[in-house]
């Protein structure tokens, strides 16, 4: 429960700020694009180029340093964001209520799944299992090669989770 708490009232508080500030910086940057190159197809290629980098940026930290890693979705969500450019505001605002729907629904059926595995599965053991003790003595006493080995797993399994926070910073 608490752990639910601090995802509704701060991780997703951060995330939205984060949404706002990623989004101005896209149409900054796509105004700055446009008029430097006068071209759309110019300036949309550019600032792929530029997620490309972040997106790159993005795998490296994950992979290096921390999994929690946030660049690789920003980058992601702007790849989808610059099919956007130019349209008009009700077609964003209608779209990034589609995306924000989506996201609801696609919580809602996991929690509601979730919470029938919890009651229909057999009891857990209170004892903290051994792969993540390891990869916990990996991170905390091994060597960074150990820790890169630990880390490099932990960093694909939130990749795998990441496509379902793509309709909530989107909608953002």
């Known amino acids: 429960m608490a752990f639910l708490l601090i995802?509704?009232?701060?991780?997703?508080?951060?995330?939205?700020?984060?949404?706002?500030?990623?989004?101005?910086?896209?149409?900054?940057?796509?105004?700055?694009?446009?008029?430097?190159?006068?071209?759309?197809?110019?300036?949309?290629?550019?600032?792929?180029?530029?997620?490309?980098?972040?997106?790159?940026?993005?795998?490296?930290?994950?992979?290096?340093?921390?999994?929690?890693?946030?660049?690789?979705?920003?980058?992601?969500?702007?790849?989808?964001?610059?099919?956007?450019?130019?349209?008009?505001?009700r077609r964003r605002a209608s779209h990034a209520t589609r995306a924000l729907v989506a996201y609801a629904g696609i919580t809602a059926l996991l929690a509601g799944a979730l919470g029938l595995y919890d009651r229909t599965a057999p009891p857990k053991s209170a004892q903290i299992p051994a792969d993540a003790m390891k990869r916990f003595a990996a991170a905390s006493d091994g060597t960074y090669a150990q820790y890169l080995g630990a880390n490099v797993g932990d960093y694909l399994s939130m990749l795998g989770a990441a496509p379902l926070a793509l309709p909530f910073v989107l909608g953002m």
């Open 7 to 89: 995802c509704t009232l701060v991780y997703s508080k951060f995330v939205a700020l984060f949404a706002f500030i990623f989004g101005h910086g896209f149409a900054l940057q796509m105004r700055s694009l446009r008029r430097a190159l006068a071209d759309e197809r110019a300036a949309r290629s550019a600032y792929r180029r530029r997620l490309l980098f972040l997106l790159l940026l993005g795998i490296a930290h994950g992979c290096l340093l921390y999994f929690g890693d946030i660049l690789t979705l920003y980058a992601s969500v702007g790849f989808l964001l610059v099919l956007y450019a130019g349209s008009r505001p």
